[in-house]
């Protein structure tokens, strides 16, 4: 059982109790491996792909038998996955039909301010317009709150290649939204990236881990009484440390398994769970473990391959990586196995090889020739950043430098083009997200990076205690941005700042 929210708070490993579902659940490895659709544009105009999406509230069978209503980017649950080229702007018009507003943000994209998906931009459903957004805290700026019923988000895209994912952010219900449904990838390619040789085609697949649990009558159980409209007073406990499921979804269908051949395969792994972090690995039946050889991170290919055992992932990083199953024997499983898990949660999904293939993929020693190296000299400036448990509008909270969100205080203003260090440093475990900048992980408890710290990051997992260095230039655009935890129900308690680029 739960005790007090600061007993919590204090715990060292920062995942709250995990929910246990009221529903029988199936064994692993049973249910195929999804794949998401890709979205068709509705049209091209400018030079520019047009896509349109509904928000709405749908159903699943997730487990067998068992039906499970969503909240749905156009119906499903991952959303459907946008695939598009480096520099082709996207514009993506978002309907909500849901019974709350929204905001989208597009993870891990460098994209204007006015379509950044601000937690106060909101999406309204209809009917919604004259109603006050924001009646539980009665401490918003309104001058910050943008309304409208559709809303455009157009994405520049003039960023290296790689896996984005897109969200829901408003302010105070992002983990709840997320948790419902509101997530989906999108992918940015280049023909540099696809000139590699990388395993493509049927051989990439996309992985978006998520746990979940589920309600008696089929829905994701989730500890917010009245998770539709506000947060009610005492209502924080159960979720303050971040919500855990004891079912691990993959491209939302439980421990999925997927047929494959004997060959190499390219995986796009996302871990787009609110709190909990994996540490994975691929093992065989005779208890072989096959190598990870990580090609790309959150913000795309590294300079060289990265070859691991054991790949630990934070909620919102995402880890580009290649397998390969050719040395498996025909029939064998490979089990991708979180060694952080315990019981159920120990299993994520399988690959069972049915066939001998030819492959004419390869894995270049040299995979990017135009990652960002910024070294510490040329930063103008260095900043603290404490993320910790602390208080917020009263009640136990997460603070970033002491002190929870508001989106009526600049927490940090910059420069266009300025290169900075940011030194953070966590109580707990919190995977420290910043938006518009990709950035280098330059030191982690006063040592080199870690292996996983490779590449371009947007999001770091700052372990209980550890104090991580990141470099970065702010470039792109000015405006308001943000950073936070991804925690998702840490950053509605409070763990979020505003980034103001001048
Ligand atoms: Cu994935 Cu500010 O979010
Ligand atoms: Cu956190």
Request: with cysteine.
């Amino acid at each position: 059982g739960l005790t007090s929210a600061a007993a919590l708070a204090r715990r060292p490993a920062a995942t709250g109790a995990e929910l246990r579902s009221a529903v029988p659940l199936p064994p692993p490895f049973q249910v195929p491996l999804p794949i998401p659709a890709v979205l068709k544009p509705a049209g091209t105009s400018g030079g520019a792909d047009r896509y349109a999406i509904t928000q709405r509230e749908a159903s699943a069978e997730i487990l067998p038998g068992v039906t499970t209503p969503l909240w749905t980017y156009d119906g499903t649950f991952p959303g459907p996955t946008i695939e598009s080229r480096r520099g082709r702007p996207v514009i993506v018009s978002h309907r909500n039909e849901l019974p709350v507003p929204t905001v989208v943000h597009l993870h891990g994209g460098r994209t204007p301010a006015a379509s950044d998906g601000y937690p106060t931009d909101l999406v309204l459903p209809p009917g919604w317009q004259d109603h006050s957004m924001h009646t539980g805290h009665g401490m918003h700026d309104p001058r910050a709150v943008v309304t409208e019923l559709t809303r455009d988000y157009t994405f520049p895209l003039d960023q290296r290649p790689a896996l984005l994912w897109y969200h829901d952010h408003r302010m105070d219900f992002t983990a709840p939204a997320i948790w419902r449904g509101l997530a989906g990838l999108h992918l940015v390619r280049d023909d540099a990236e696809e000139a590699l040789g990388l395993p493509a085609g049927p051989r990439e697949l996309p992985l978006m881990i998520a746990d979940r649990a589920f309600a008696a009558d089929g829905g994701f159980a989730y500890p917010a009484l009245d998770p539709t409209l506000r947060v009610r007073p005492g209502v924080r406990e159960p979720y303050l440390a971040g919500v855990l499921g004891d079912v691990i979804l993959v491209n939302g269908a439980p421990w999925p398994v997927h047929e494959a051949d004997a060959a190499r395969y390219r995986l796009r792994i996302l871990n787009a769970s609110n709190a909990r972090h994996y540490e994975l690995e691929a093992v065989t039946d005779d208890g072989r473990r096959l190598d990870l050889v990580q090609i790309g991170a959150d913000q795309g290919l590294l300079a060289a391959p990265v070859t691991h055992k054991l790949l630990p992932i934070a909620p919102a990083e995402r880890y580009d990586v290649v397998v390969d199953f050719s040395g498996v024997p025909i029939g064998g499983l490979v089990r991708v196995v979180n060694r952080a898990g315990s019981g159920r949660t120990r299993d994520v999904l399988a690959f069972r090889v049915v066939r001998k293939a030819a492959d004419d993929s390869r894995v270049p020693g040299t995979l990017s020739a135009d990652l960002p190296a910024w070294r510490r000299s040329e930063a103008v400036r260095v900043r603290d950043f404490s993320f910790r448990a602390g208080r917020m509008r009263g009640d136990h909270g997460w603070v970033i430098g002491g002190l929870p969100f508001d989106p009526a205080r600049a927490d940090v203003t910059t420069r266009l083009g300025d290169v900075e260090v940011w030194r953070l440093i966590a109580d707990v475990h919190h995977p420290v997200h910043l938006h518009l900048a990709g950035f280098r992980v330059l030191s982690r408890r006063g040592g080199p990076p870690l292996a996983h710290d490779a590449g371009l990051k947007d999001t770091v997992s700052l372990r209980p205690g550890e104090a991580v260095e990141i470099i970065t230039r702010f470039d792109g655009y000015r405006g308001r941005y943000l950073f936070h935890c991804h925690n998702a129900e840490h950053e509605d308690m409070g763990m979020m700042a505003n980034l103001e680029i001048i």
